[in-house]
Structures are given as C-alpha cells and as structure tokens.
C-alpha cells in the first residue's frame, strides 16, 4: 500500500479521527486526508478552517497530507494517485451507511478498495456532531478533541453568540 | 433511587411515553419528566403546549413532575437533586443513538447513570413523529395517545390548514 | 392475491425499484405503482416527471399500472381496491422503519397485508439518493439505473446548473 | 398467489407460527405448511408429534395443509407444485440469517420467490426454544400456546422427568 | 428500588460483570447476583466454583449478596423479595436476545421491571467465553479479570491438561 | 504493508473467501491464508484436507501461502513476521463478533491490527456452512465454490454416506 485516502468533513476533526490517521499511517507511505468541500450541508466551520485544524493537529505525523476535495470520492483517489481508502468503523457508526457507500464505489472504481479500521473502543461513541452540540449548549470535552480544537469550538461558539446578540 | 430525569422533546407525549412514565414512577420517589426546548428544531407544539399536554396526561399519577429545560441534559439532572436518567428502548428503535448519548454523558457526568425499560410490545412501532404523520393527513390513532393528545392533535392541524389557506 | 399496491417516492425509479416490480407484478393479477406527492420533501423529479417515467420503464411489464396518491397510504389502498402492500427489503435497508411503518398501517387498517420481498443482491448498496448524488457530481451509473433514467438524470441536472449560472 | 410454502421445525408450533399461517392463509388459494425432518438436530417433539399437533390447531382453516419434508427447501417446494416461499418476521428475529437463507434458496431455484410477512407485535419476542425453557422449568404460557400446545408441553415434560427418575 | 437481581452464568466474573454490579449497587438497597445453576450447559467452574469467585471479588461492595438459582428467573426474583431484574448492556452485545428474554419475563410477572445498564466502553467487546479462550490457548488477560480470577482460570486449565494427559 | 494474514477454518473455501484473499493479495507484498486447527469444532474436512484444497484454489496468485496455527491468533500473527489481519465483511455477516474479536486481539497485542475490506455484493449471503447444506442434502452450488471444492464436497458426503450404510 503506497498511498491511501482518508475521506470526511471533519467539521471538526476529533480524537476519534486522529485515532484512525494514525492508525492508518502506519500501513502505508502516505496517508491524504481528504477534507470533504461539501456544499450541500452548512458545517460549523468553513473548508479553510478545517483544513487548517486538520494540518495543526496532524503536524507531527510526517506522512500525512491534508487536502480538500469536491465531486465523487474516486475522481479525487485517482487524481492522488491512490487506489485504497481508509474508513474508521465504531461499534456504534451507522455501519449500514458505510457499506453502501463503499459497494457504490466499487461500481464506479473496480480497481479502487476501501479498507476499514476499527475505531478505539474509548471513542465509541464519539461523532463530530454530538462534540459541537456539547460546546454549543456551553459544555467543554476535552477529552473528546484536542486542546487546539476545544479552543476553535469554543471562540467559535462564543462568536455565533455574539453575532446573534447584534442582529437582536 | 430517590429522583430520576425522564428527558425528550413530547412532541406530543404518546402512550409509549406513558408507558414509560408509569413504569420508571413505580421505581423511584420522584420522576421528573424533562421537557427539552431544543430551538434548533420546530416543534409541532410550542414548549408551552407540550408542558400542558403532559401535565394533564400525568395528573394522577403522583410523584410525576414536568418541567422545562434547555442546555446539556447532565446539568438539568444535577439542578434536579436527581443521578438517573430514564430512557425508553423499544425493540425498533434507534439504539445506537440512544447509546453514543448515554455513553457522552457519562463521560460528562460520571456520577450519573442512564437506566433504560423496555417500552410495551404494544408500542414496539410507536413514535411521535409518526402519530404526527397520521393527523396531518386526516388520519385518527386513538389507540396511540390518549383522547386528550388527540383532540389536541386535531385542533392544532385544523388551525394550520385554515392559516395556510388564509396566506393562499 | 389479485391486486397489491408498491409505494414509493422513485425519484428516480433504479433497477432496485424495477427488481421488485418484476418480482411482485409475477405474484399478483395487477401490481398498482403508488407515486407519493409527498409535499413535505423537496423532490428533484416533479410529481408529474416521476410518474411519467415509471411509466417508459414499466411499459413492458402488461399488469403494472402507475398512479400517484396523497394522504394515508391505507386510504390508497382501498381506494384501489387492493388489500396487499409490497415493500422491497435491502440487506442493508433501513429495516428498522420499514418494520414501523407497517406495524403503524396494520393499526390502521387491520384488513390489509404487508409484504416485504427481497432486492437482488445485485442492488443490496443502490438507493435513489446515491444515484443522484452520483449524477449531482458528474458521474453516470448505468449500472444501477435504465438508460431513460440516466439520460433524464442528466438533462436535469445540466439544467439546474444553467440556472444557478443564470442566477449568479 | 396459488399456492405457498411455509416452513419451518415448528417444535412446537407457537401463536406466533399460528399468526404467520392465518395471515398467509387469506393470500393464496393454499397453503402448505412444511415441517423440516431435520436430522442433525434433536427436537423435544418427533416428527410425527408436530405434524399431528399442526394439523390439530389449524384444522379450522380450510386451505392449509401440513407436510413433513426433508431434503432442500427448494426440492419440496417444487414438488408441491409451489413457487412462493412464506417466511414470518419479527422484530427481534435474527433477520440477516433468514436474509440469507432466502438469498441462498435464489441462487438455488431463480423462479421461486420468498415473501416476508410481519408477526405481530405481540409475539416480537416469542420462539418455540422460549416456550420449552419455560415449560421445562415448570412454567406455564397459556398466552403463547393454543391450550392443546400447552397439554402437550406438560406431558411430554412429566413424561421426561419419569424417565431421568427410572433411570437414576 | 430496595432490592434487585443481576443474574447470570458468570463462568467466570469478568472486569464488565463487576462494572455492572458496582454500578447497579449504588442505586439499590441490596443486590442480589443470582449464579443460575443451568444444567443443560456444561460449564468451566462449577456452580460451587462460580459463586465462591463472585463472593471474593465482590466482598468490598457492603450490599451485594450472591446466591444461586434454578429454575425460571421470575420465580427466584419473587423469593428474594425482590421485583427489578438488573441486566448489563453492551454495544456488541445480542441485544436482541436480550430484549426477547426482558419482554419474556414480562408476560410471566408483569409487576417486574428489567432494568438495562451500559457497561463500560472499555468493555464493549468483553464475554466470559472470550476471556476463557484466551486462557485455554494459553494466554493471560489481566485487563479483562481480576487477580484471583485470573488465577482460578490458570489454575483450572493447567489441571484440565494434566487429566487429559493422564488418559493418553 | 509487508505481510498480513488471513485467519479462517475454511471448511472448506468458497468463492467468498477466494474474492477477499484476491483483493488482499493486491494490497501487500505477502498474504498468509492461515488454516485454524481449532480442535474444539468437528470439521468436515481434515486440516490437512482445507490447507490442501486451499493450495490448489490459490496456486495462480503467486503471492498468497497456506499455513495451518493452532493457539492465539496475535501469536501466529507475530511469528509469521506480520502486524496486519484481514478480515472479510459481509452485508450480512455477523458483524457484532467480528467487531469483539477484533478489539480483544488489539488488547492482547496492541501493534497489530485488523483490516476489514468487504466481500462482493455477489457473496452477501455466502458462508461455508451454507454451502455444505446444500450438498450435504444432495444439491450442487457450482457458482459459490470453485469446481475443484465442488467435486471434494461431493466426494466426502458420498463417502460419510457409504460409511453409515456399513455401519447400519
């Protein structure tokens, strides 16, 4: 396995996640984390500022690169020049959801494997969207994302509130 | 078990919800029924109406209370005095869902403890939003909520169809 | 069995949709598509859009007839004069609120049947939404739908997006 | 729907089987209900037994008829002259593994098609492997078993212990 | 909730029956954890064994008694005095057997509640016969048992190997 | 990815099993296809009988060796020079105890890890014992075991059949 592709939103990226990049960047040579430009959905924080938490948090895995995509997942791995994608499994992810989407792949990309890594049994649970609701509603989890993160959520948060406050 | 935190949006309360409301009192000294606010959603009912709903409902059973709450579920239930929460499993529900919150919370409150009752096979299928699903298309369920709820029920899409058709 | 009613949104049909209407028009005398208008969703395919092209593709199977229908799917299907409901089952459909609703609809209608037949496993991952988001990002998926399907799916498409252009 | 195959151990037959055979009964001009001889395991009831307690408690449905056979499904029900399969779902059934089977007996015999039909809600949680634990510990489920069920559960547990008596 | 049961086979006690006992002793008067004699299965320890460990690991927890039982479990809770069935729940677990047993008990004594607890994420993936194949391959899992469990397991393998080599 | 292995008992290999050892090969430099001797389990096939039929079913993918362990899987992992399992995921395998096992291997071995990649749509519904059901009652299933597995099933239930008649 030379390269592989980590595919998500990470809106925002959580110990969950880094759990699955390192895990997976010790299979192959080079792991992309391809962060998901996703017009559809509002994310909390905009494709650059993921980007940039992504390449914080990750900067000291030498072999991780962050990079955005747009379109369908197997223009992007072949553009990487990859043919693996990474997918974190918890006990309790809507795995259902996970499986079609990697057989629709395989229609698209018979060359292209999806591999899926288990998620730490301590992040169970853990979704990008329950973490958001913790710090919307003025909880803090840092045991849930790393510290850089818990302060992105938190001026974030604190931001949203004042600009509601003004348009009042 | 002194006092336990029954927690949901009751929108509106259906005979599922009773169900699990008569049990868990049988259990502790003081069941207090947590009526969410949760802005982020519309409600069919307004946070007034379905206080009201459930007052009537559970006015004979008598260590039954219902109150308001918004923000994370593990500080109302500390406000409370209480260490418990109550959740209801049917056998269709959504289990995962219901175990990432519990497992969140612990991690958020480690003294508390979610206890889930299984929900009577009578109401294996029952959801509010489905009970809602049958009164805005002219159906009737008295067999799923309480003729209260359901009176309530056909006033409010009564009221909704003469605005729409005003506004046309 | 001599009359049974499909419902769905087919927004657009899939070859999944046209597996079961094969298999189920071979058990009955007549099989009756039952298009939902479904005005709380915000379809890509109109109302009218989607019963025209269940009709071309259907045109081959002698005792399958589409109509559209609004309101409970009970009262539908009486009105048809049918007692017997088909639903297709995926190895990894949602199981869990094709079981509710048809628990929710015997409540209903006491008299009336559901029957759940199996996709082929051909099509265990295919659903409309994954289709479109297929086409949505420029790709073509005549695996999964008939080639009317894939060429209505692109002309929508093409056209939605000379319109957002127009509109910027 | 001319004729349907319902199979099964049915060691003994429950309300839950009686259910599956009463809804299938008013789908097709007749039903066979197949009692799998089943060598490699060792049911409380022989053959015979459960084909005669069968015939016993479905007598007065007119157009079900009850046979042994053994062999491959798909053998038995193209010998009975049949092309549909009836199989009973419940809530808590173990789903994937009928999935399976059905998808299996496909690949076996293309024409023949497997129908699901849904118990009801009030035996989600009922087996016969349930019925014998309870009996054999002495209980009694009259809510489970016809009364002549019930009788026979009795007797053949007596008659068990008499032998384990005798033979110590 | 003055007095419940936890009953089980605990063939041996692992880390996640403990987690389940020390918490369900803190919302309780007494636990009772009821060792189920079962002699259709054959076990590792006997009945004698299996309560001797429990009431080692559990002597520092004041209201925790451990007892043994036979027979139907609803018959053993209403001779203790008791009326809540407590029972641990994990994210791997075969909730669905569960759930069958829970709604089982329900129809036999309808005045008894079960109550379901999470364990511990740390012990999702934990069951007494996984914990014994680690040891009869001759591994050791001192994360999963306590000490003297594990003990008791080396203890019982090394002799189960001297007998057998005895009757070479 | 050096080198991984591929544990099973393989009683004996299906297409299923060939689709992942052939997906698999193309991600590592080496495959070891280890053969489980699992004593407690009665075969059909010897364990000399699957590492042989496994040998002459892969000997065109030059990369894949068949090895038989016995013992802890992380063991026969670390003396093989490996720190990758792969594991097959099927729709509609069960998936709750390949998730258990997986996170148990993790705690006794910490550096390895388990990949999962997923079947083909077109094995969803395929496991050994399946497939000798069907032959074990007569049938034939060319298109889930290569030929060469085909005659050997066919082979050893003749056999098993000649040796109860002389014992008869």
């Known amino acids: 396995m030379k390269r592989a ?3 998500g939103s990470f809106d925002p990226v959580t110990y969950g996640h880094l759990d699955i990049i390192k895990r997976a960047s010790t299979l192959v040579d080079e792991l992309i984390v391809g962060v998901l430009v996703n017009p559809s959905k509002s994310p909390l924080f905009t494709l650059e500022e993921r980007v940039d938490i992504l390449r914080k948090v990750t900067a000291d895995i030498p072999n ?3 990079e955005r995509f747009s379109g369908l997942l197997v223009n992007f791995v072949s553009e990487m020049g990859a043919r693996i ?11 259902d959801i996970e499986f079609q989407m990697a057989l629709m792949n395989r229609k698209l990309a018979e060359s292209q494997e999806t591999i899926f890594l288990m998620t730490s049994d301590k992040y169970a649970f853990l979704s990008s969207s329950m973490v958001k609701d913790i710090y919307r509603l003025g909880g803090k989890a840092d045991c ?4 850089y993160v818990s302060e992105r959520l938190q001026a974030k948060y604190a931001n949203l509130q004042n600009q509601q406050q003004e348009e009042e």
Chains 1, 2, 3, 4, 5, 6 share one sequence.
């Open 64 to 66: 991780v690169r962050v």
């Open 85 to 95: 994608v990474v997918k974190g499994l918890r006990a309790l992810s809507d795995f």
């Open 144 to 147: 849930l994302v790393p510290p």
């Open 5 to 7: 592709v980590y595919p």
